[in-house]
Structure formats: C-alpha cells, structure tokens
C-alpha cells in the first residue's frame, strides 16, 4: 500500500460544465478511473439538482459503476443533512465529504447556512456516518483565505479546524478554494496543522495555475501531506475563481512530482493512460464545454 493517497476527483472536474455530460459517459470515464489504483475516486455528489445539474445523476450513474475486485473507495459530496441521509443509503460509497467553509459569505453561498449552523450539520452527519458504518471528510473550504473580504487568517482556520477535530473527524482536507494560497500560506497551515493532530488525515485540496502547482504541492508534502485531491489534466477547480488558468491540482503533475522524488504510489500507469487518453474525450466534446 501507498503511503501517498491520491484521490481522484471527477466530481470536480464535471460539476462546473454547463452543458450536461450523458450519463453513460460519466459512467464509462468514472469505470476506467476505478481500475487505475486511487485509493479513492471522488465521483459524484447528493445535492439539489437546481445548485449542481450536472451531477443529478448520481444514483445512476453509481449503479453503473463496476465495483467487483475494485481497491479504490467512492467518496460523495453532500451539503447539507438531508443529502447525507440520501447518501448513506448506498453501500457502495465509503466516504461522505461536507465542504465547511470558514468564509461566511462563501458558506452562505454554498450550502445556505452560516458557519455555526454548519458546526452542527458536521455534528449531524457525524453521527449519521458513524450509525450507517461511512467516514465523513470535512474540506476547509476557503482555508487560505476568500475573494469576498471577509476576516481571514491562519489563526482563524486552525480555530475551527480544532473545532472540527472535537467532532471526531478523522480525515480533513484543507482547500484552496479559489487559488489565493501562496506557497508560505500552505507551508504555515500544514505544518501547524499536522503536528498538532496526528490521530487526524489531513488532506490537500489545492487550486492552482500551471505555473504555480509545484510550489503549492511541494509546500504541502514538504510538510508532511500524504493525501492529495487531483483531476486529470488538472480539469475543474472554482467558477468563483478570479483567474479562468486556476483548476485543480493535474494528477500527472502529481504523478511526475512523486516520481522524481522517488515515491512509489498504487498508480497504474498504462490504466493511467487509458482514463487520460478518455479524459481527453470527455472534456473535449461538444457537450462538455
């Protein structure tokens, strides 16, 4: 087993396109991704289909998923209590991941609820995980700061990090959420954060340009990170983004990055290739734009 955990995120690469991608597409792509060794794939979410269309077929396109002799585990975003209960109900999700947001105003936004309220929904669905047997994941959303100028500092972030760490969460993931972190940014929360809760996975969720990935990712696994969200060809990130360059953190350049440092991972690479040749397919088609 790795000691680096890749999770894939296809979630975060779809749910931002306008036009709607078929559902057997997804599932088609979602399946390649399944055989090329993540320890998880990110792949779909429970939440109203009014916020996110193009993930309102989640349901079927799980059902579509071949999961027979799979190592990788499905994670599902939810945003609220209700998508939790929705979730839970199938078996073959292993993690529900409920984006906290220590921006108000984003926060509001994105689950139309304020930050307290949320300390609560993580609390509900905590116990909710723990009763239905499933591992809840708590994204820092915002972590590094927000374009709406509401107070942020690292002190801030790791008050409620240790408020989320109370609720017994044993994975978080810190998230720059629209690619405002500098390398010293993610540096200085990682390395307060890790040593402080061992019994915690923490994990990074990272935005970023194709000139600024590697001093981000080298910031975090210099501090001792060994959970990282990815998307292939780095697709997807946040439409409140103020620069369009700014998406996810590319699995390849994760890829190539371990590589030199000498780090194996469970990464296939000619299954690797097959899902980077299909992503090129998916997100490269009239109805993916």
Request: hydrophobic share 45%.
């Amino acid at each position: 087993m790795s000691a680096i955990k890749i999770i894939e995120c296809p979630r975060d690469a779809m749910q931002g396109l306008h036009q709607f991608i078929p559902t057997d597409v997804k599932t088609a792509y979602i399946n390649k991704l399944l055989k090329v060794g993540y320890d998880t794939i990110d792949f779909g979410s429970f939440v109203s289909p009014k916020s996110i269309p193009q993930l309102r077929d989640t349901a079927e396109v799980l059902g579509g998923l071949e999961l027979t002799g799979i190592k990788s585990k499905l994670l599902a975003i939810i945003a609220n209590l209700r998508g939790g209960e929705d979730a839970v109900k199938f078996e073959e999700i292993t993690y529900l991941g409920f984006p906290f947001s220590i921006s108000e105003t984003f926060q509001m936004r994105n689950t139309n609820s304020t930050i307290e309220k949320s300390l609560e929904t993580v609390d509900a669905l905590q116990n909710l995980c723990i009763k239905n047997k499933k591992q809840l994941v708590v994204y820092i959303s915002m972590a590094f700061g927000n374009p709406y100028n509401d107070l942020w500092n690292a002190e801030i972030a790791l008050n409620w990090i240790k408020k989320i760490a109370a609720l017994d969460i044993k994975i978080i993931a810190l998230a720059d959420t629209v690619g405002l972190a500098t390398a010293a940014d993610v540096s200085y929360l990682f390395n307060n954060v890790i040593p402080e809760f061992t019994n915690i996975e923490i994990g990074a969720h990272l935005h970023c340009t194709p000139f600024n990935w590697m001093e981000k990712l080298a910031s975090a696994y210099d501090a001792g990170c060994k959970r990282f969200d990815t998307a292939i060809k780095g697709f997807g990130g946040c439409p409140m983004a103020d620069d369009e360059l700014v998406g996810n953190l590319a699995t390849e350049n994760l890829l190539i990055y371990l590589e030199e440092k000498g780090v194996k991972t469970s990464i296939l690479e000619d299954k690797f290739q097959e899902a980077y040749y299909e992503a090129n397919i998916v997100f490269n088609t009239t109805y993916a734009t």
